[in-house]
């Protein structure tokens, strides 16, 4: 068994479960339940969607950027061949033309802001109150096991959402340094009907309506892009799976001097996977089985984007649920020396790094990578292919229950080179902004994490606590802390932290069988926490030291520093 620990180091200012335990489905049904399987598709010959961009009002709150956004149902064609599915996405009012809101049904615009600048946005609620995927709902809410985690002793469990609501939603700002108000955590939540969920909030509450909420956000950020999402209470995964993501990119004017891709040449790709009913409509499968069967990027299946020959920037966010993506660009052999294309990583989700040249990379639920593609020594005609591989369902499981997904989409060099030459930098030759690293302290405040599902079908718990608890993460403000998760678990489990920022120290291998089994001593014994495995008797080197035997295969923790 392997398994994973991790640190981060918190700083002033500057979800996915994992199971223990493995099991033949993945939610509610039985072994005799057909699972939907999209029909057969034609690749690349529907262009990538590009999302639009809100367009922002400036009269409503002087000195910050002020946005309207409504979450509907609407209609989407994902594939030439299917037929047309009900979805549901953001629509930005235009507060030049307020009849024509700005957005494609799936998913929802891009708001495009400016470092340090606020922004206010206007989430309103005209979804309907019967859910899309209605049949999970009423398992949850029928107390299906696999679908209503139970809460470990002493604990009590509760179903996650009132009994007149089927349908609620909060939008989570996911990556940026906000504050807890305008946060977007699922307690936030609110309903079309104006139902709200316990710790419901918003700013200036005389300008909004019961199904509406006002959030700030500071983009106190580097530049970088961050995404936003439904994180409606118990019904996260079913809302973001409908349509409800965006992009959120934050800007500083100073990178207009860097000599990067713009316009037309920098590309967003939102990276999904999802399942089709014959007639087009989104079927909802993680009730039965890990990951879906089809890639979607911008809403379409198996795209294919026409390019020139020359530098692109590709801003790729995975929104997937639960699948990671292990890409790389393959070429004609006939093309280049190696099948594959190399790429320079710029980004990741905080921010600018020095340009670093690689053949592939693996990307986990939410995170966000920032790539230059070089085509430009791509003979017109060529086509490149956007290739997944050796990133099972649940990741790193080998070889993994869900379906396997190899081609995402293509880019084909087909248009000539426009403005005589590409005059971007080259990614040798880019100055991008430096991240400063930081530099822990010896007496710098250390907490532990363990994430942990310690029965088949046991709620996901932090340190064997519930979501539900009172949070033990209270740290003072403007102070640095270190944390260290522990993943004892069969599954990788990216993890984010709300309301601030913070870099990763390191990762570490530790003994994840042994510490799995005396982690659960420590939980069927009373949890004493004088009685608690101490980490650092886990690390391979000491653990063979004192035994002499050769120690399970491990996981390469992380450790993170986070900014406050």
């Known amino acids: 068994m392997a398994g994973a620990l991790g640190g981060a180091a918190m700083l ?35 262009p990538l969607p590009i999302p639009m961009t809100a367009v922002p009002d400036r009269s409503v709150y002087p000195g910050a950027d002020y946005y309207e956004v409504t979450m509907r149902e609407s209609s989407w064609r994902f594939h030439r061949d299917l037929g047309p599915s009900p979805v549901w996405g953001y629509w930005a009012t235009n507060p030049h033309h307020p009849r024509k809101s700005i957005g494609m049904g799936y998913l929802g615009p891009t708001l495009d802001v400016t470092r340090d600048h606020p922004t206010v946005v206007k989430w309103r609620n005209e979804l309907p109150t019967t859910h899309m995927f209605q049949f999970v709902i009423d398992a949850i809410r029928n107390g299906d ?57 918003t700013l200036d509450p005389s300008r909004v ?96 984007l026409a390019v020139e ?73 060529t086509n490149i292919t956007l290739m997944n591989y050796h990133a099972p369902v649940h990741y790193p499981g080998m070889p993994g229950e869900g379906p396997e997904i190899s081609e995402i989409m293509q880019f084909q060099v087909t248009k000539p080179l426009s403005g005589g030459a590409d005059r971007t930098t080259p990614p040798k030759k880019l100055r991008l902004p430096a991240v400063t690293p930081v530099e822990p302290k010896p007496h710098t405040r250390r907490r532990e994490w363990v994430t942990y599902q310690h029965e088949l079908f046991g709620t996901m718990t932090f340190n064997a606590v519930p979501f539900m608890e009172p949070s033990q993460d209270f ?43 005396d982690y659960e001593k420590w939980l069927d014994g009373g949890r004493k926490p004088e009685a608690r495995p101490v980490l650092a008797n886990y690390s391979p080197a000491r653990r063979s030291r004192r035994t002499r035997t050769k120690h399970c295969p491990t996981r390469t923790p992380s450790s993170r520093i986070r900014r406050r």
């Open 475 to 517: 740290i003072e403000a403007g102070s640095t802390e270190i944390w260290e998760y522990i993943n004892p678990n069969h599954d990788a489990h990216p993890m984010h932290v709300h309301l601030v920022n913070f870099q990763i120290l390191n990762r570490q291998p530790i003994d994840a069988a042994a510490y799995q089994a």
């Open 309 to 381: 020959p020359r530098r692109y920037r590709l801003r790729i966010l995975n929104a997937s649920n639960e699948r990671f993506w292990r890409l790389r660009f393959d070429v004609p052999r006939d093309v280049l020396p190696q099948p594959t294309l190399p790429f320079h990583l710029i980004g990741t989700d905080g921010g600018f790094r020095s340009p670093l040249q690689m053949l592939n990379f693996l990307i986990s639920p939410a995170e966000r990578y920032d790539l230059i593609v070089d085509f430009s020594q791509m003979p017109m005609g």
């Open 145 to 201: 096991p696999e679908l209503t985690p139970t809460a470990p002793p002493p604990y009590t469990s509760e179903l996650p959402f009132p009994s007149n609501v089927n349908v609620w939603n909060v939008v989570h700002q996911h990556g940026g340094f906000t504050a807890p108000q305008s946060d977007g955590m699922p307690l936030q939540s609110f309903s079309p009907d104006g139902i709200h969920a316990e710790s419901y909030t």
């Open 12 to 46: 002033p200012p500057g979800v996915l479960g994992a199971r223990a335990y493995a099991s033949p489905a993945h939610g509610s049904g039985s072994a005799d339940t057909p699972v939907p399987q999209t029909p057969p598709l034609k690749k690349y010959v529907d």
């Open 209 to 304: 309506e019961p199904n509406e909420a006002i959030c700030a956000y500071t983009n106190h950020d580097h530049s970088c892009m961050l995404w936003y999402h439904d994180h409606g209470m118990g019904m996260t995964s079913l809302n973001v799976y409908a349509g409800l993501a965006g992009l959120y990119r934050i800007g500083d004017p100073a990178d207009e001097r860097l000599g990067l891709p713009r316009g037309e040449f920098e590309v967003p790709l939102i990276l999904q996977d999802r399942t089709f009913h014959p007639d087009g409509s989104l079927a909802y499968t993680m009730t039965l089985r890990e990951g879906e069967d089809t890639p979607v990027v911008n809403g379409k299946a198996y795209p294919f």
